[in-house]
């Protein structure tokens, strides 16, 4: 094969440089009161929520979209959300899962910045009742879980993504 002199100087260049700039890539992991006062941080802030998306339209009959948004830590960590469905009890005058109700893991990726967003739709049989969201929103690193926060859905977000219509952001949602 044969290589151009200017060709190999650059080739040669970029992998005398690779390495350092590898190293520079791995940020040092964070302290355990870093990791406390991203959590912290995290709770509080106005990117953590959960919402009803989809409330049985014309296009989604007899269905509950679900959906939650959270803020990455400002180090990699694992970002994952838990949906779970609660019923209204009219006796009770409260909320209660639903029994029997397969809570659905959605495994948002790793970041370390931003806020991402994620859900599901679930379908109800007809007179279901009045319903609402519950997200558990975990972070974990390295296998191991940092911290959980879980929010029931709340209305008024915006910027929701694949809601229908475009901009539904409620806090709960009746299937008649």
């Known amino acids: 094969m044969l290589v151009r002199p200017a060709t190999f100087l650059v080739l040669a260049g970029v992998l005398a440089t690779a390495p350092s700039a590898l190293a520079q890539a791995a940020p040092p992991n964070p302290t355990p009161s870093q990791i406390q006062r991203a959590l912290k941080d995290a709770a509080r802030s106005p990117n953590l929520w959960a919402t009803v998306n989809i409330c049985n339209t014309r296009r989604y009959r007899d269905k509950l979209g679900i959906r939650g948004q959270m803020p990455?830590?400002?180090f990699p960590s694992r970002l994952t959300m838990t949906i779970g469905v609660d019923?209204?009890?009219?006796?009770?005058?409260?909320?209660?899962?639903?029994?029997?109700?397969?809570?659905?893991?959605?495994v948002l990726g790793t970041f370390s910045s931003g806020a991402q967003q994620g859900g599901s739709t679930f379908t109800f049989m007809p007179h279901a009742g009045l319903l609402r969201g519950r997200v558990t929103f975990e972070y974990k690193r390295a296998g191991k879980t940092l911290g959980s926060i879980t929010r029931?859905?709340?209305?008024?977000?915006?910027?929701?993504?694949?809601?229908?219509?475009?901009?539904?952001?409620?806090?709960?949602?009746?299937i008649p």
Not at 87 to 106: A, D, E, H, N, R
Not at 152 to 174: I, K, L
């Open 72 to 74: 990455a830590l400002g």
């Open 87 to 106: 019923y209204w009890v009219s006796t009770q005058k409260q909320f209660k899962p639903i029994p029997g109700f397969k809570k659905l893991l959605v």
């Open 152 to 174: 029931e859905t709340t209305g008024n977000h915006r910027h929701v993504d694949q809601a229908h219509p475009p901009g539904h952001s409620s806090a709960t949602c009746t």
